[in-house]
């Protein structure tokens, strides 16, 4: 199912996306999610969360690599646990960010200016670079 941002979003229209741009994609949507994480903002976070794990979906079901797969299906345990949980972590919500982007070597390049640097930031990740 395509989030409700994506409606249009089909699984043969994710998969002319090269699994680089996917996991980039996720990435930021999970990044925009890590910018939600104050008290008034659990609503609008949980739909960026909702969004992260469609997207999840679409890119396990549009690729036939068991092991891709179940890497992915790991991790997107680790944004389920975000979703459910009572309150937001910085710390939680940048470690499944880190781990999503050494999928790929596009978006590992991104690790250290999403979240080393993020961690450095007062308030963690989702403040002004």
């Known amino acids: 199912m395509a989030p409700k941002q994506h409606a249009g979003l089909t699984p043969e229209r994710w998969a002319t996306f090269p699994l680089e741009r996917q996991i980039l994609m996720l990435g930021n949507e999970l990044n925009r999610a890590g910018k939600l994480l104050g008290p008034g903002d659990r609503e609008l976070l949980r739909d960026s969360l909702e969004r992260v794990l469609a997207l999840t979906d679409l890119t396990v079901a549009v690729h036939g690599r068991a092991t891709?797969?179940?890497e992915l299906l790991r991790?997107?345990?680790?944004?389920?646990?975000?979703?459910?949980?009572?309150?937001?972590?910085?710390?939680?919500?940048?470690a499944a960010l880190?781990?999503?982007?050494?999928?790929?070597r596009a978006s590992?390049?991104?690790?250290e200016l999403l979240c080393d640097r993020a961690a450095a930031r007062p308030g963690g990740i989702g403040g002004p670079l």
């Open 75 to 94: 991790w997107r345990d680790l944004v389920a646990a975000l979703y459910v949980a009572p309150e937001p972590s910085a710390a939680e919500h940048r």
């Open 68 to 70: 891709l797969r179940r």
């Open 108 to 111: 590992f390049e991104q690790v």
């Open 98 to 104: 880190r781990c999503l982007l050494q999928f790929t």
